[in-house]
């Protein structure tokens, strides 16, 4: 139990993310020029997702090209229900980077988007207020009585 809170400490106030993400298997195929990535996310269909494409290379473990001119079912919206489909325009440099080779595949990733504050905001609002509280406590503190005030006499006695 001695170990619970310092390690709830490092987990809540850790400088790194924890979001859930998604790699989905996707389809592709060239017509007219472009490329139609086809791609789906098993999820609830309200959720927000944060989709992405990178072009790999079986042959090359390492390479890894984030396409350009991408339309369609791609960045933040909610694409988690049916097929969803991503456009690659390709422009004249980046079909002949790629005519050679058939070993190319895309990797299509879904990240949840989370709504609300990041917890910063928060700690951020607590050190704010916890040093103001500092601050009044120290400012405010114990003042010594005025000398100048007196009490007031007691009535005459009655006769």
Do not use: C, H
Not at 5 to 22: D, K
Not at 23 to 32: P, R, T
Not at 123 to 143: C, E, H, S, Y
């Amino acid at each position: 139990m001695k170990y619970f809170y310092p390690i709830l400490i490092l987990f809540l106030f850790s400088p790194f993310t924890l979001l859930a993400q998604e790699k989905i298997d996707a389809e592709f195929e060239m017509k007219d020029g472009k490329i139609y990535i086809n791609y789906s996310i098993k999820g609830i269909s309200s959720t927000k997702y944060k989709v992405a494409v990178l072009l790999r290379r079986e042959s090359e473990p390492t390479f890894k090209y984030e396409p350009t001119k991408l339309s369609g079912d791609i960045g933040e919206g909610f694409f988690a229900a049916g097929m969803k489909t991503i456009i690659w325009e390709l422009s004249s440099n980046e079909k002949m980077s790629f005519a050679s080779g058939d070993d190319f595949w895309f990797e299509v990733s879904a990240e949840e988007v989370k709504s609300g504050w990041p917890w910063y905001y928060y700690a951020g609002g607590a050190i704010v207020a916890g040093v103001g509280a500092v601050v009044a406590i120290l400012l405010g503190g114990n003042k010594a009585e005025d000398p100048a005030v007196t009490t007031l006499p007691l009535p005459p006695a009655r006769p």
